[in-house]
């Protein structure tokens, strides 16, 4: 029986990237509640606002309003994305029949997918040692999986974009003049820059500085220039259409970009021009140092075949490798705009470092057998005994390293891990409760959860994914100046979580607690009660 | 393939799972039909018509969901590309 080679390479990448989805959904696995960082809320609960009340929104309500109102400079009160992405979300809510799985599950499968476009355009333009080697990199890149599991959920998917945009564009360049010459490349090169503006802007940014670099690399090479009027003006009008689609949100990279917001933050010096990532101490308290360092991100056994690779493309200079070079300093460009003075989402920019680092990698090993000049019969089985011993480092260096800070333990709720920050059951029930029971103009405080200075900026989190889930506007109630009137509010429901108390032994906010029952919501009835949660309503006996 | 992937989605995330990865080929499949009708190499129909229809599909269903059910925009929204599909097969051949 003849075996097929294609089918055979697609199954083994099929394979690799369903590897990728567990060893990113790892949190998600055992415990089927919400988790991730402040940004990662803000998806969630578009998404799910949308599937859940089987409604689109224009206007934000109230529980994501109280936080994302302002973000949107051109349109307040309104998304700040376009809703591309959230929608998406909302439609795997539905068709998976859960709440929470679908969602981040659906997020995972996004976030993941650069694996498959890098996988994609290297197997097209190199074949596939390259491009499998490529994909297992990117599956442990703590750059791409740590920003994930922040929550900055867009932004991951949008870069999977620049792979097959750069490609298209390629595509019609390198045909241009022959018979099968198709503007259909164009085509999509200006339907995916548009989507990938919808996606994140900042994505589209990225693949315009290698577009135009790959133009003029082309047309230096072969000295010559490609312009179509007519395929140009089709193009610009398919991107317009999708521009177009969602103006409130599109015309919001306008002010968002003319703002200075960041730029006195960041020490410019010469310096920067030799670093390819930027200063870690900048990012201090909101980025982790180790996410600034080679070592840690890619490991430092990496490095050879990078500049072995880069070697390669500059040695070789065909169009593939042209396209690689672009990809690499439109990048580079990027990750230097602090220069020109827009340092906004600098750190972002490194984020989409091994979806180009990796594949030069790949290119290093695989090609590093041809830089010996004397043919030799066993060329080919060195090739793949060198692929073999690259694989081999990226599971035993990358992976566990990897495995450090992915693991099923992060964001877990009964653990260090997640105790402060994500939801237990009992919490995750209650919110759940109040969704489908409480009025939708009622608001939700809540006291238990600690709010004191050391623990409050984790703590805040679980008030958040509270409101997440509960689709109300959820406070800590000890912050509030308006204590008196929300005690005799019908507007305000009062949750009293008992749920953090017995692990952290803290007998003065029982006691606190158990009086303020007693005292404070006398005129209150108890409508929820289990597993140590509380939730009581004003009305006067 | 797609029976491992099914499997795969069963496996690690029940029912749910399941059912994501059917949507997910529900609304890619309106774009791997229409690519279906040009000269493109197989991966490229796959890879494309998936970024479309996680994208496009989702955008013209909430367009649709600001005037109707979210749910019922999703059912409009498969329906009408599946026929514009067709419409534009049977435009080319003529």
């Given at each position: ?264 933050v960041f020490k410019l010096s010469l310096s920067r021009i030799f670093s390819w990532s930027p200063n870690a101490e900048d990012f201090i308290g909101s980025v982790p140092p180790s996410y600034f360092s080679y070592r840690e991100m890619h ?243 | ?55 496009i599909f989702p955008s013209l269903t909430y367009i649709l969901g600001l005037l109707m059910s979210f749910r019922i925009s999703m059912v409009i929204t498969l329906i009408t590309l599946i026929l514009l599909v067709f419409v534009f097969k ?5």
């Open positions: 029986m003849k075996i097929n080679k294609n089918y055979v390479q697609t199954l083994i990448f099929v394979l690799v990237y369903l590897f990728a989805i567990y060893f990113w959904t790892q949190p998600l696995q055992d415990r089927k509640v919400p988790y991730g960082e402040y940004d990662a809320m803000s998806h969630f609960e578009v998404g799910d606002y949308m599937a859940y009340n089987d409604k689109s929104f224009m206007y934000l309500p109230p529980y994501i309003d109280i936080r994302y109102g302002n973000d949107n400079d051109f349109k307040p009160h309104t998304l700040w994305y376009a809703p591309t992405f959230h929608a998406s979300l909302g439609l795997m809510q539905v068709f998976g029949g859960q709440r929470i799985v679908p969602i981040f599950l659906m997020n995972a499968i996004l976030a993941t997918f650069v694996i498959v476009t890098v996988y994609f355009v290297i197997r097209s333009l190199f074949g596939f040692l390259p491009a499998i080697l490529s994909a297992i990199l990117i599956v442990f890149s703590p750059r791409d999986f740590m920003p994930y599991i922040w929550g900055q959920w867009p932004e991951r998917f949008a870069y999977a974009f620049i792979p097959v945009i750069l490609y298209c564009f390629y595509k019609y360049l390198i045909n241009y003049d022959k018979k099968e010459n198709t503007p259909i490349y164009l085509y999509f090169t200006a339907l995916f820059s548009g989507i990938s503006f919808l996606i994140h802007p900042l994505a589209f940014l990225h693949v315009v500085f290698s577009l135009i670099l790959f133009y003029i690399f082309i047309a230096i090479k072969n000295k010559r220039l490609y312009i179509n009027a007519n395929h140009i003006i089709i193009s610009i009008l398919i991107f317009l259409i999708l521009f177009f689609m969602f103006p409130y949100q599109n015309f919001r990279i306008f002010p968002e970009f003319s703002g200075n917001k960041e730029e006195s490991g430092l056994w990496t490095l050879p075949f990078l500049v072995i690779g880069l070697s390669v493309l500059i040695i070789n200079r065909k169009e593939r490798d042209l396209l690689l070079l672009a990809w690499l300093i439109g990048l580079y460009i990027m990750l230097h705009r602090d220069l020109f003075g827009k340092a906004e989402f600098l750190h972002r920019s490194l984020s989409a470092t091994a979806h180009i680092f990796s594949p030069i990698m790949a290119i290093g090993a695989i090609y590093l057998i041809n830089l010996v000049k004397v043919n030799f019969p066993y060329k080919k089985f060195v090739k793949y005994g060198i692929a073999l011993i690259f694989i081999y480092f990226a599971l035993s260096i990358n992976m566990p390293a990897a495995s450090k800070i992915l693991n099923k333990e992060i964001y877990n709720p009964y653990t260090q891990s997640g105790f402060f920050t994500t939801l237990n059951d009992a919490e995750f029930q209650a919110s759940q409760w109040i969704l489908d029971n409480a009025p939708k103009n009622v608001n939700v405080t809540v006291l238990g959860i600690p709010y004191q200075d050391q623990v409050l900026s984790a703590t805040s989190k679980k008030i958040r994914w509270m409101a997440a889930v509960s689709q109300h506007v959820t406070r800590f109630y000890y912050f509030r100046e308006d204590k008196e009137i929300i005690l005799k509010s019908p507007e305000w429901y009062i949750m009293l979580d008992y749920t953090m108390i017995g692990p952290l032994n803290d007998q003065e906010t029982f006691n606190f607690m158990q009086d303020f029952e007693k005292t404070a919501l006398s005129n209150h009835t108890l409508v929820y009660n289990k597993d140590n949660i509380e939730v009581y309503k004003f009305e006067p006996k | 393939m797609i029976l491992v992937i099914l499997i795969f989605s069963f496996a690690i995330f029940g029912m749910a799972g399941a059912r994501v990865f059917i949507g997910i080929i529900l609304i890619t499949m309106p774009f791997f039909l229409f690519l279906n009708n040009f000269d493109m190499a197989e991966g490229e129909k796959y890879v494309f018509s998936i970024l479309l229809g996680v994208t049977k435009f080319k051949i003529r």
